[in-house]
């Protein structure tokens, strides 16, 4: 699978670049605002990446 959406994402375990996305929302239980959330599963291991912020992930302008 080749994409250009995610152009460097490896995962740190298995080194696979087959990610399934999801959106998720992190809420406030520390007092902070909620904040939305990426989440990249990797399709072969399963491991989680978390996002804050996508736009700072994969924007790079
Ligand atoms: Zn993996």
Same mark, same amino acid.
């Given at each position: 699978? /080749? /994409?250009?959406?995610? +152009?460097?994402?490896?995962? +740190?375990?298995?080194? %696979? =670049? #087959? *990610?399934?996305?999801?959106? %998720?929302?992190?809420?406030? !239980?520390? %007092?902070?605002?909620?904040?939305?959330? /990426?989440?990249?599963?990797?399709? =072969?291991? !399963? &491991?989680?990446?978390?996002? &804050?912020?996508? =736009?700072?992930? *994969? #924007? *790079?302008?």
């Amino acid at each position: 699978m /080749t /994409t250009s959406e995610f +152009p460097v994402l490896r995962c +740190p375990l298995c080194k %696979g =670049n #087959d *990610f399934q996305q999801e959106l %998720g929302r992190l809420d406030s !239980r520390w %007092g902070f605002t909620s904040h939305r959330m /990426t989440l990249l599963i990797c399709k =072969n291991c !399963r &491991y989680i990446l978390h996002f &804050y912020d996508k =736009n700072s992930i *994969f #924007d *790079f302008d």
